[in-house]
T-cell receptor
Framework: GQNIDQPTEMTATEGAIVQINCTYQ??????LFWYQQHAGEAPTFLSY????GLEEKGRFSSFLSRSKGYSYLLLKELQMKDSASYLC???????????FGPGTRLSVLP | DTEVTQTPKHLVMGMTNKKSLKCEQH?????MYWYKQKAKKPPELMFV???????INESVPSRFSPECPNSSLLNLHLHALQPEDSALYLC??????????????FGPGTRLTVL
């Protein structure tokens, strides 16, 4: 089976840094994706990790530790528009079988 | 063109109706997906098509019937739905179903209400 866990909600201040954690237990692992979803909109891709370590993309970075079943998304220089849900998704090792975590709703305050 | 389009945006149907959801992409992607998303919940994978063949069916009830007429189009035929099937139905596509950074591009979704 599979189980993915994320904090339900987080709040941070504009200009700050926030770390959103994702822990997973899954049979077969073939990569972890982070998506952003604004209310009422479709998810959009942020980052991808398949090997241990940190991947950086501008203000967003994502880290993976396969041995610990753990990932985090780091958002720097927060902006109001970063208020959204952040979903981690694990791809299982056959086809493109994705399982999404419950999502973390981030509120950025002025 | 990095867009996935879905029609209709909203759909209200009775439990005896037959309707279809449509999805289209022109990115040359060979994998297409249907997801169901309830309010404040993550998307749940329903079906995956790879090179126009159904490759994954996540034990979805037969009242949902997917169809992939060609590599750009994906349909979801609905029949005898239940009120609990009311949700946002998202279509997505990716380059293919291989390994590596195969990000999915999502459409805006069809918000379905079953009365």
């Amino acid at each position: 089976g599979q189980n993915i866990d994320q904090p339900t909600e987080m709040t941070a201040t504009e200009g700050a840094i926030v770390q959103i954690n994702c822990t997973y237990q899954t049979s077969g692992f073939n990569g972890l994706f982070w998506y952003q979803q604004h209310a009422g909109e479709a998810p959009t891709f942020l980052s991808y990790n398949v090997l241990d370590g940190l991947e950086e993309k501008g203000r967003f970075s994502s880290f993976l530790s396969r041995s610990k079943g753990y990932s985090y998304l780091l958002l720097k220089e927060l902006q109001m528009k970063d208020s959204a849900s952040y979903l981690c998704a694990v791809r299982r090792n056959y086809g493109q079988n994705f399982v999404f975590g419950p999502g973390t709703r981030l509120s950025v305050l002025p | 063109d990095t867009e996935v389009t879905q029609t209709p945006k909203h759909l209200v149907m009775g439990m005896t109706n037959k309707k279809s959801l449509k999805c289209e992409q022109h990115m040359g992607h060979r994998a297409m997906y249907w997801y169901k998303q309830k309010a404040k919940k993550p998307p749940e994978l329903m079906f995956v098509y790879s090179y126009e063949k159904l490759s994954i069916n996540e034990s979805v009830p037969s009242r949902f019937s997917p169809e992939c007429p060609n590599s750009s189009l994906l349909n979801l035929h609905l029949h005898a739905l239940q009120p609990e099937d009311s949700a946002l139905y998202l279509c997505a596509s990716s380059q293919d179903t291989g390994a590596g950074e195969r990000e999915q591009f999502f459409g805006p979704g069809t918000r379905l209400t079953v009365l």
